[in-house]
């Protein structure tokens, strides 16, 4: 699943999570999104970084374009009200993704699920070993609350979650590989989840080896963008 990144409506990667350490690509986000979706991609991973500081959907423009690519895009950062759930919807997205309200207010997204439907959503909780636990930071991974990643995929299976996409924020655009322990933790933990691996994606390998922990998907960003191999030989794996 490629990832388009935006800030100020520009496809960007941040490293870990930081927004002063970011890389600006010179591509348009719907090009980029037609060139995708020409090359086999089926669905589309769109993150308004700076909606995720200011929870506001401040790329909404750009969402809506790369939605009308001719691809399935699911869609977040900014989330904050049902009204942007409903804005996301409107402007396109297929799914909305819900990261910082996942883990501060799970009753209310739980509602969401309920009046839209489970398959319209997906669930992102980033997280991070911290002290032995997988805390589960927040805010564009600004803040860290006290809830943990055991506690809540498990609830969020019960309430009828469809998908979860989980990014190890140590490993996010460092192209170093993935970390197939936690998604194999995952697997054993929630089986009914499709989990979305998300992280340190360099190599094909790395899509095999999310596959193997039981992955059901892994999200491409900067390895796609710099050309570390091609979406066809990712698609293939």
Request: proline fraction near 3%.
């Amino acid at each position: 699943m490629p990832a388009i990144d935006l800030r100020e409506g520009r496809v960007v990667r941040l490293r870990q999570g930081d927004y002063g350490r970011q890389t600006t690509y010179a591509a348009d986000p719907r090009e980029l999104a037609e060139r995708h979706a020409a090359a086999g991609a089926r669905w589309l991973h769109v993150v308004d970084l700076d909606g995720a500081r200011s929870g506001r959907l401040d790329n909404l423009a750009a969402v809506e374009a790369i939605a009308g690519a001719g691809i399935a895009v699911q869609a977040g950062g900014g989330v904050r009200d049902e009204a942007g759930v409903r804005r996301l919807f409107d402007a396109g997205a297929a799914r909305v993704v819900v990261g910082s309200l996942a883990v501060h207010d799970a009753a209310r997204v739980a509602g969401w699920m309920d009046r839209f439907g489970p398959e319209r959503f997906t669930i992102a909780l980033d997280t991070r070993l911290l002290d032995g636990r997988w805390v589960l930071p927040s805010a564009g991974w600004t803040e860290v609350g006290e809830r943990v990643l055991g506690e809540l995929v498990p609830w969020y299976e019960r309430r009828g979650a469809r998908h979860l996409l989980c990014t190890d924020i140590e490993r996010d655009g460092m192209l170093g590989g993935i970390n197939a322990g936690l998604y194999r933790l995952l697997a054993d933990t929630a089986p009914a989840l499709a989990v979305q691996a998300s992280g340190g994606v360099g190599a094909l390998d790395d899509i095999r080896a999310a596959r193997a922990a039981g992955a059901q998907a892994v999200v491409l960003g900067r390895a796609l963008l710099e050309g570390r191999f091609s979406l066809a030989e990712a698609l293939a794996c």
